[in-house]
């Protein structure tokens, strides 16, 4: 199993760019969602979706939009980048079952210039 | 706002010795986590402690709960050079969204 997977690892854009990123996980978990952690900040919540077909905004979603394609696939787009959403990203699920814990992938590095 | 806060934002002791972070957070809460983070890497969870236990084991992990002062502490016995790392508590309120708080980072030096 390779758990949960993210690409690009990393990607340099120029501002008002758009690009997705995408995450995949093969646990056949219910819930996913997407992170960005900031120097001194740690994780903040953008989107995330309980099971499939539903996602919910978090604690920072202003820039960002998702699409829960599948079980397995939930995807984070910029439609316009910012510097400000120069961060890394991460993307994890976890099983309904289960009492929250989050599995996680390793990451995308993400440079707005 | 993060509903967790760890304390101390950084940490460097000896190989051998023990390493003991806390965690404070805001509202009831259904459990709470610790993950582990390595320089360049995604979280890795560690220990779930659930509101009705007090204390955990996992290893040379043990994690306190104290639910009257909502607060929570991590303990590494014996450290490594591989406990090198950043370590999060994360509070889950809802049962399917946690909340992280900024970490601590904590350095073991050889």
């Known amino acids: 199993n390779a758990g949960v997977t993210q690409t690009p690892k990393f990607q340099v854009l120029k501002t008002g760019q758009s690009m997705t990123l995408q995450c995949a996980q093969d646990m056949n978990h219910n819930s996913m969602y997407w992170y960005r952690q900031d120097p001194g900040m740690g994780l903040r919540l953008i989107y995330y979706s309980a099971s499939e077909g539903t996602t919910d905004k978090g604690e920072v979603p202003n820039g960002y939009n998702v699409s829960r394609l599948n079980k397995r696939e939930f995807s984070l787009r910029l439609e316009s980048a910012a510097p400000s959403q120069t961060s890394v990203y991460f993307c994890?699920?976890?099983?309904?079952?289960?009492?929250?814990?989050?599995?996680f992938g390793p990451g995308t590095r993400l440079l707005v210039l | 706002s993060q509903q967790g806060e760890e304390d101390p934002q950084a940490l460097s002791i000896q190989e051998g010795e023990n390493a003991t972070m806390n965690c404070s957070y805001k509202?009831?809460?259904?459990?709470l986590q610790w993950y582990r983070q390595n320089s360049g890497r995604g979280l890795v969870h560690l220990i779930l402690i659930r509101s009705n236990e007090r204390e955990k084991h996992s290893g040379r992990l043990r994690v306190t709960l104290d639910t009257s002062k909502k607060s929570s502490s991590l303990l590494i016995t014996a450290s490594r050079a591989a406990d090198t790392a950043s370590y999060f508590c994360a509070t889950d309120v809802t049962g399917y969204k946690l909340s992280f708080g900024a970490g601590t980072t904590v350095t073991v030096r050889a």
């Open positions: 994890a699920s976890s099983d309904k079952g289960s009492p929250g814990t989050q599995y």
């Open positions: 509202t009831s809460i259904n459990n």
